[in-house]
Nanobody, 113 residues
Framework: QVQLVQSGGGLVQPGGSLRLSCEAS????????MRWYRQAPGKERELVAT????????SYADSVKGRFTISRDNAKNTAYLQMNTLKLEDTAVYYC??????WGQGTQVTVSS
């Protein structure tokens, strides 16, 4: 079955850290770029980070640059989003996406004191 299964997320205080994982199955994970998006209540889904198929190239939204790190382990068919120095405005549902046109199920990240 072709799918992306996410894990991680939850509730964290401002300034804290979380790591999201996205495990792929049913397709050749290493052939595709991976992306993380997020959608806050009442807002459009926005692209947060992108990583190339081999992992050598990454890019970030200005709002998370320097705080978030996207990575991947092609041997484990898994992509990650390490989120540090979290802010209240990072609260959103986070989705991983493969350029195979597959979405993860989404995971809630809530930053609150």
């Amino acid at each position: 079955q072709v799918q992306l299964v996410q894990s991680g997320g939850g509730l964290v205080q401002p300034g804290g850290s979380l790591r999201l994982s996205c495990e792929a199955s049913g397709f050749t994970f290493s052939s595709y770029f991976m992306r993380w998006y997020r959608q806050a209540p009442g807002k459009e889904r926005e692209l947060v980070a992108t990583i190339s198929s081999a992992g050598g190239t990454t890019s970030y939204a200005d709002s998370v640059k320097g705080r978030f790190t996207i990575s991947r382990d092609n041997a484990k068919n898994t992509a990650y989003l390490q989120m540090n120095t979290l802010k209240l405005e990072d609260t959103a549902v986070y989705y991983c996406y493969s350029d195979r046109e597959i979405w993860g199920q989404g995971t809630q990240v809530t930053v609150s004191s």
